[in-house]
């Protein structure tokens, strides 16, 4: 019913960046990204929320922007700065709504930072 696909990743190499795109064909409570590196848990790294606010994993944060258009149904993680530690399966999730909302996942983009 609700369209939501995700794109970006590839390899490269340490220092380097990448963009990631998400795009909902309705507008979210919120949009971001986790990852799940080769053996553990997935982790939530980064979250913008309809009114702005925006929530960055330390990991990350002054490396990685989010930002969102087209009234909250599309956003972008840019990648600065790319580290050998960020190479990891990059997954969007959004939720249609505060509190009755729906759970979306994208389907995953990998990511590899290597020399």
């Known amino acids: 019913q609700v369209q939501f696909v995700e794109s970006g990743g590839g390899l490269v190499q340490p220092g380097r960046s990448l963009r990631l795109s998400c795009t909902a064909s309705?507008?979210?409570?919120?949009m971001g990204w986790y990852r799940q590196a080769p053996g553990k848990e997935r982790e939530l790294i980064v979250r913008?929320?309809?009114?702005?606010?925006?929530f960055y994993k330390d990991a990350v944060k002054g490396r990685f922007t989010i930002s969102s258009h087209n009234a909250k149904t599309t956003v972008y993680l840019q990648m600065n700065s790319l580290k050998p530690e960020d190479t990891a399966v990059y997954y969007c999730?959004?939720?249609?709504?505060?509190?009755?909302?729906?759970?979306?996942w994208g389907q995953g983009t990998q990511v590899t930072v290597s020399s």
């Open positions: 309705t507008s979210m409570y919120f």
């Open positions: 999730n959004a939720r249609t709504g505060v509190t009755a909302g729906r759970d979306y």
């Open positions: 913008k929320f309809r009114g702005g606010s925006t």
